[in-house]
């Protein structure tokens, strides 16, 4: 292994980079958790919080991966055998179905299968939810950005359909890798839970993740029978009153939180949201460039925080990211589940500026060449063309 100089290139699509100011935050000494300091810290967290999600709901905010939230939505709000409708956008949106099954729901019956191509089809849910004239389907489950296909479901719409066919089911929505980095409104959109974590857009280490939750999700949990303890939301929202955790809460990342909340909110959501799609744009650009295909086929899907990139046949994604990572410094996202190999993921979320993405698709450029990937050579010079424009 040769010497590291400079910074490595951390472009996959979570953990992201994290800010110096973050890692400063962090680093302030450890306080009591049951002191009046911390209890200030926790009310003002709980109010900063709320524009990312666009609530002006409760945020129960547990010291675990995003996959503690998945749960935490699925236990707090739902009944054994409860049938729940699940779209097969891809893997995550598979592991949190398999999830949902594994807990005691009934998963198989409403399942909506998918090509990975493609987010959650309104349409498709509008039929379903007609055929459901016995209103049994309790919630439907849509991960917002996939991360393992780089396709964005379109949330508005997926209410839109439910609204239209009349149905009470709730919407559990899965945000980890696009909150704070693609425009997300949990109130507007009528989401009963929204589900995220710290490790993406929210530029923080991985250990925190979060349930916005609406006064129907909040309602449907004081009769909900799936089992939970630590999960409940009702003590923690409870102690929360008082700036207060029912566990120990996870001090230094919260001291992170505040400080990427501060960021956030300096730039401007809009804003932040904006940049995001430009360099997704510029991304795709180069792309495109290279003579690649974009695994996303749906010119209203593509995400924001992350691009897919498939590989020509006959070539494997993994070899080209061991090359970057050896020659460059630079680790990409794999192939998950049935993709793997078969396409490499490009992270441009986050702390992210024009030259990391610059210096992220220059590295994927020469990556590819140097893997014998038939490209033509212009995709950088048709990202930079974007980026110096707009
Ligand atoms: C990363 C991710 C998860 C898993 O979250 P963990 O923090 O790894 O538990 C779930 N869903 C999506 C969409 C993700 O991107």
């Known amino acids: 292994m040769t010497a590291r100089t400079g910074r490595h290139f951390l472009q996959i699509p ?14 302030a000494p450890t306080i009591d958790h049951r002191g009046p300091e911390f209890a200030a810290l926790t009310l003002r967290l709980l109010e900063a919080i709320k524009p990312v999600f666009g609530t002006s709901g409760p945020v129960v905010i547990y010291p675990a991966s995003g996959t503690g939230a998945w ?5 707090n709000t739902l009944s054994p055998g409860d049938r729940v409708l699940a779209f097969e956008t891809g893997h995550f949106a598979t592991l949190w179905r398999e999830m949902a099954g594994s807990l005691g729901l009934e998963v198989d019956r409403d399942f909506v299968p998918g090509d990975w191509r493609h987010g959650a089809d309104p349409d498709v849910l509008a039929e379903r939810l007609a055929a459901d004239t016995a209103r049994e389907i309790k919630a439907v489950c849509v991960v917002h950005n996939e991360t393992s296909t780089a396709v964005t479901s379109r949330i ?5 359909a439910m609204d239209e066919a009349g149905h009470p089911a709730l919407l559990l929505v899965d945000t980890i890798s696009s909150l704070g980095s693609i425009d997300y409104r949990h109130d507007e959109w009528g989401v009963d839970v929204t589900v995220a974590g710290s490790q993406k857009g929210l530029m923080l280490p991985p250990g925190l993740s979060f349930n916005a939750v609406s006064s129907k999700a909040l309602e449907a949990s004081r009769t909900a029978r799936l089992p939970r303890s630590f999960w409940d939301w009702q003590p923690i929202i409870e102690a929360n009153k008082k700036g207060s955790f029912s566990y120990t809460p996870a001090t230094n990342l919260l001291y ?15 804003e932040v949201y904006a ?14 460039g290279w003579g690649l295909e974009v695994l996303c086929l749906d010119e209203r899907e593509h995400s924001g925080s992350l691009t897919a990139v498939l590989m020509p046949e006959g070539h494997d994604a993994d070899e ?47 990556g590819l060449e140097l893997a014998g990937v038939p490209i033509k050579k212009d995709g950088l010079g048709d990202a930079l063309d974007l980026l110096r424009t707009e």
């Open 14 to 27: 979570g953990p992201t980079n994290v800010p110096d100011q973050v890692l400063r935050a962090m680093s």
């Open 71 to 75: 749960e935490a939505a699925l236990v």
């Open 156 to 160: 508005a719409d997926i209410r839109r």
């Open 256 to 270: 992170g939180l505040e400080e990427a909340l501060r960021l956030l909110d300096a730039e401007g959501l809009p």
């Open 275 to 288: 940049r995001h799609a430009r360099h997704a744009a510029a991304t795709r650009a180069a792309v495109r």
């Open 320 to 366: 080209v990211r061991k090359i970057i990572l050896e020659r460059f410094d630079m680790s990409l996202g794999a192939g998950l589940g049935k993709l793997a190999g078969r396409v490499f993921r490009i992270g441009h979320l986050g702390s992210f500026n024009d030259l990391t993405l610059a210096g992220t698709l220059a590295g994927v450029q020469m």
